[in-house]
């Protein structure tokens, strides 16, 4: 249930996760879970496939409602919030998918343009410079008149980093962002994403797999498993901890705390054999 | 699981449970009109789309049904020596059933499977969370759009496919089969009736299959699973859901509107 917290968090937490609960198709994907994103740094959600790393990115933003607990954005209540509430909420939030997400009807200017165009009435010579410049920031200045099927995945990826910065969000969360780059493309994209953490001081929330990419960005990691956090800490440090989640997620173990085999009966029963209910 | 697996079987339920759902769809889309008011030119880009790129089939099928229905009376008037009339029943055919039902079926077919197809895909690939995540509507940016753009196209491609029937009707009745030019136009105007065929017949059947068309094709693409399959199945649920729409309703209209 919903546990009690301050309304007004202190300054360096930008996202305070409090009892977050939620269950899905019967399934518990969050337990209690507690959290803060600190302001100003870069923060890794990591945790096996399937632990609801992306389900809390999408609670933060409000497109997904918790069963219980609260999430405060920036000191606000996130559960508590109208659509309208949210929409504004969501214009100071950028949200970097892991399919890019770019819309295929328009090109790579469009698409940069595009929330521009949706929620100001700028001139078309400011929108031009605007996108232009948000372009440049990812080195993509040059591909703005191509269209997304002309891309490749990590060039899709800095376009739509540089619509989710069009408006200088405070918070971005990246969803897997280093997911099927080669390692020039991982290599750009964790610059952009420190470059933007340094420069803007852009507070950042990313969902990633890769230890060793989440070493060259991130300030701060939660291990999440089993709808709780199991393990946080520094970067560098959290492998060797010596509890039994780290051990078997950062040494690639197939089994452990998160079981090889997915909840099921007995085997022998299953196959049939005379005998095996006894 | 066990309690919700005859609910999944049932198909009774699950049909009455996706009507509820899409009527409560169409309060939503409903309601996000006005908001959509900024999307004016999304709308104008959707009515070329599902209007102006159906006038091709839309023409060449109503050319075809006139062609047809005219060759078939001819022949069976001739037995009774009526043929005069044939022009007239072509028009009353079409004007009252043919025009907005066949045109229907076609629009369902080219239109309604193509906004199935592009809200599912948008759905797959994220398009639609990204619009929520950029604070834009994806009800009043893209499904409301798409259903004004059919519920204005369907009257105005109907016309044009009743124009189209007449057309063949005249080509086969009076070109080919030598009906009396001014006996085919003469018994058309006389008989046909404005209000009851044209404004009634026409306009607000077409009007009528344009709304749930348009309706079921948006609701499919926004509930279809983001997967490949879902898009296909979502797909043939358009055109199946509206074929046994556009006959009901039909009848329901027809039956109150005579």
Not at chain 1, 242 to 256: C, I, K, L, M, Y
Not at chain 2, 154 to 180: K, Q, Y
Request: proline fraction near 4%; aromatic fraction near 8%; hydrophobic fraction near 50%.
């Amino acid at each position: 249930m919903t546990q009690p917290v301050s309304q007004s968090p202190d300054d360096s937490t930008l996202v305070r996760v409090r009892g977050l609960t939620t269950v899905l198709n019967g399934k518990t994907i969050f337990d209690a879970l507690d959290l803060d994103i600190p302001r100003g740094k870069v923060t890794a959600i990591m945790g096996p496939s399937g632990t609801g790393k992306t389900t809390l990115l999408k609670h933060i933003t409000g497109q997904m409602r918790a069963d219980a607990g609260e999430i405060l954005v920036n000191g606000e209540n996130v559960a508590g919030m109208s659509r309208e509430q949210l929409y504004k909420m969501r214009e100071g939030i950028g949200y970097l998918f892991q399919n890019s997400a770019l819309l295929t009807d328009f090109d790579v200017f469009e698409n940069v343009a595009f929330p521009l165009r949706q929620h100001t009435q700028l001139p078309e010579v400011l929108i031009r410079n605007l996108v232009l410049l948000k372009l440049q920031a990812v080195g993509l200045r040059g591909a703005a008149r191509l269209m997304p099927n002309e891309l490749s995945g990590g060039m899709a990826r800095r376009v739509a980093l540089a619509r989710a910065i069009v408006f200088d969000p405070m918070l971005i969360l990246y969803d897997e962002p280093f997911v099927g780059l080669d390692p020039v493309a991982l290599n750009q994209v964790l610059k952009l994403i420190r470059t933007l953490n340094q420069t803007l001081g852009i507070t950042s929330v990313l969902v990633a797999h890769e230890l060793e990419a989440v070493k060259q960005v991130a300030d701060h990691v939660f291990l999440i498993a089993n709808g709780k956090v199991v393990a946080q800490g520094d970067p560098k440090t959290i492998a060797s901890d010596g509890s039994p989640w780290t051990r078997q997620f950062f040494g690639g173990e197939a089994d452990g705390p998160v079981p090889f085999q997915y909840p099921a009966g007995d085997l022998a029963q299953a196959l049939g054999f005379a005998g095996a209910a006894k | 699981m066990n309690v919700r697996e005859p609910q999944r079987n049932n198909v009774v339920t699950q049909s009455l449970a996706q009507i509820g759902a899409c009527g409560l769809f169409l309060l939503t889309l409903l309601a996000a009109i006005p908001r959509s008011f900024r999307y004016v030119r999304e709308t104008i880009r959707q009515l070329w789309f599902v209007g102006a790129m159906s006038l091709t089939i839309i023409m060449v099928c109503g050319l075809f049904v006139g062609m047809v229905l005219m060759l078939q009376l001819y022949h069976v008037l001739s037995i009774f020596g009526g043929t005069s009339a044939s022009g007239m029943v072509v028009a009353l055919s079409v004007y009252r059933e043919l025009g907005p039902v066949v045109t229907a079926l076609l629009f369902a077919g080219r239109a309604g499977t193509s906004i199935t197809a592009e809200i599912g895909l948008m759905r797959a690939t994220d398009q639609i969370d990204a619009m929520e995540m950029m604070a834009v509507d994806p009800i009043a940016y893209v499904a409301t759009p798409r259903f004004l753009a059919g519920l204005i196209a369907m009257p105005l491609l109907c016309c044009v496919f009743c124009a189209m029937a007449i057309f063949g009707g005249h080509l086969v009745g009076v070109t080919w089969l030598g009906i009396d030019n001014g006996t085919f136009w003469s018994n058309m105007t006389a008989v046909v009736d404005v209000h009851t065929d044209i404004v009634n017949g026409v306009l607000f059947k077409s009007l009528a299959f344009g709304a749930v068309v348009s309706l079921i094709a948006v609701f499919q693409g926004f509930t279809t699973p983001p997967t490949s399959e879902g898009v296909a199945y979502a797909t043939t649920r358009t055109v199946v859901a509206s074929s046994i729409a556009i006959l009901a309703l039909d009848f329901v209209l027809t039956a109150f509107l005579m």
